[in-house]
């Protein structure tokens, strides 16, 4: 009985021993901008059928995926922003991934085609309430945006220069939320990741420019912003995590990123 015991002791310790940083694991956890869903899912199927480990994605949003990676609850965070000072000096590291065009995005019915990014402020900050005074239907603007935390929306705000200043209708808690809340209201305009945008929306050129993997690339189409991975700087990645991490940032995965309508960083 006491050999037995032993036994079972030592391979509790054995696994225990496998479950560390840096021992192999059959699957990898993601967490964070729900921006990022398509080519996480994109990059996690194609690394899954040729290595067998699988990718798993939590959207909760760039703030909470970065939060989950510091307190270790994650292998990567997923954010649609740079990170910030602060959460370098908690010692987190951010690697590009791709770029991704933040679409401003109006109900398929609104004849209004084409905003400047000085007109897009003006709205959001309340200056221009109404329509017609940009050549659509007199009904007053219902503004869609994200939750305090989103990438997304640092993303848009950061580019319109409207921190702390817009003056939202409803802030949602996805892209999907967006999306789907603009195309129900003739009279919403919201924003959302090119990547993610429908044909129940309609995305309003920027300035003359319609974003596509062209005009983000080249630079022209400036409302824009990077996908990040997120890391701790004094902790290794599990051998199954680093692996998912060298294969997305590699030339490698070029076409699964373009596949997810973003741009590769690499």
């Known amino acids: 009985m006491k050999k037995i015991l032993a036994l079972i002791a030592a391979s509790l310790v054995i696994c225990a021993s496998m479950s560390g940083c ?11 901008s729900t921006s990022m869903e398509k080519v996480i899912g994109v990059l996690g199927e194609t690394f899954e059928n040729d290595t067998g480990i699988s990718v798993t994605y939590n959207p909760t949003g760039s703030g909470s995926g970065i939060k989950a990676v510091a307190s270790g609850t994650c292998d990567i965070g997923l954010s649609s922003r740079k990170l910030k000072d602060e959460e370098k000096a908690e010692g987190l590291t951010e690697t590009i991934l791709a770029y991704d065009g933040i679409a401003i995005i109006v109900h398929p019915e609104n004849p209004v085609e084409d905003l400047d990014v000085e007109t ?3 709205i959001y900050t309340g200056e221009i309430k109404n329509w017609k005074e940009l050549g ?13 935390g989103s990438g997304t929306r640092d993303g848009f705000e950061s580019v319109t220069k409207t921190s702390d200043k817009c003056k939202y209708r409803q802030e949602l808690t996805s892209t999907g939320d967006v999306i789907t809340t603009v195309s129900q209201n003739p009279n919403a305009i919201g ?27 080249d630079g ?17 990645l599990s051998q199954s995590a680093q692996k998912f991490f060298d294969y997305a940032t590699s030339p490698k995965a070029s076409e699964a990123i373009k596949s997810a309508g973003v741009v590769p960083a690499n």
Request: aromatic share 4%; net charge positive.
């Open 220 to 236: 022209s189409y400036v409302v824009q912003r990077p996908f990040v991975l997120v890391t701790k700087s004094d902790k290794k």
């Open 120 to 122: 897009i402020a003006k």
């Open 136 to 148: 659509g239907n007199d009904a007053e603007i219902v503004l869609i945006g994200r939750e305090a």
């Open 191 to 217: 924003y959302a990741s090119t990547a993610s945008v429908k044909d129940t929306v309609k995305a309003v050129k920027v300035g003359g420019v319609a974003p596509s993997e062209e005009t983000i690339k």
């Open 22 to 32: 840096g021992a192999s694991k059959s699957s990898v956890s993601t967490d964070g």
